[in-house]
């Protein structure tokens, strides 16, 4: 399998260092960026970037910034680095695509943890796996979804869903499971994250969007 680049954002030379060193160990390439706008030239000119880890306070262009530049053209994982865990941001950050938070100060092992969760549910360097289900069809490695022949246009976190929902088919799933399945473990999240998920997911697949019932009180069922 190739090595797989990392880009690591952040105006802190020590914070760079640290994560870099964590990374390295397990085998990634980390690529460093001080500002926002040498990131985002870094990120266009190498084009096969697998992940970024983008901190939300820096000079010259913050993370907010960096994140709708990126989104525009693509849907690279992101995982951003906050001194602060504000609901208000957190569910901001959700709607520009953000993929994971970790507030700092965090555990490198931790942060080393969820970039693997990360790519690993990405679909980077796992085998070609396709979900099929009333006309859905999921490519988990190609990481593209059509409804009934027509392609979808969904973010990382959506297909992620959309694959959860459709894995675990005919079962009641909870909100905490689902944000334990599709956020991590250890992402200590508001449900409303989920609600918001889905219904852009529903508006997305149109009529199938019916397909994800509502469960009031608990959660959803994905039902065919």
Known sequence: MDILKVLVVDDES?????????????????????????????FFDEKDIALVILDVMMPKMDGWQVLKEIRQFSKVPIIMLTARADERDELLGFDL????????????????????????????????????KGGIRIDK???QVTIDGRPIDLSFKEFELLTYFVENAGIALSREKILNAVWNYDYF???????????KLRAKMGEKGETIKTIWGMGYKFEV
């Open 97 to 132: 695509g953000v993929d994971e938070y970790i507030a700092k100060p965090f555990s490198p092992k931790i942060l080393v943890a969820r970039v693997n969760a990360v790519l690993r549910r990405s679909g980077k360097g796992e085998k070609a796996e396709v979900l099929d």
């Open 141 to 143: 490695s190609a990481h």
């Open 189 to 199: 999240g508001d449900a409303r994250t989920i609600d918001t998920h889905v219904k």
């Open 14 to 42: 020590r914070m760079r260092k640290l994560v870099r060193d964590f990374l390295e160990r397990e085998g990634y390439r980390v690529l460093e960026a001080e500002n926002g706008e040498k990131a985002v030239d870094i």
